[in-house]
C-alpha cells in the first residue's frame, strides 16, 4: 500500500506528507462526511495528481473536511 505513510501522517500531524508517487509535498486530503458518522477519505497530490480513496473513515473535526476534491486525480 503506496499511501501508507499519508494515512499515518494524517493521523499523527493532521497533513498528508510526501506523495509516494513524484516526492512532492504538495499533497492534501480531506474525509467526507457529518463529524460523528463514516464517511469516506480522498488523498491526492497536487503536482503529479496520483490519489487514494478510503471507503470508511471515522469523521471527526480535527481533520481537514468537506474540501474539494480536484476532479483530474488518478487513483493509484
Ligand atoms: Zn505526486
Partial sequence: MKWIKNLES?????TSGKCPHCGSNNTD???VG?????????IWCNDCKSAYH??????????NLNKEIPKNI???
Fill in 34 to 42: 457529518n463529524v460523528g458518522g463514516v464517511g469516506y477519505g480522498e
Fill in 54 to 63: 478510503l471507503s470508511r473513515v471515522l469523521i471527526t473535526k480535527e481533520y
Fill in 10 to 14: 494524517i493521523a499523527i500531524t493532521k
Fill in 29 to 31: 486530503y480531506t474525509f
Fill in 74 to 76: 488518478i487513483y493509484r
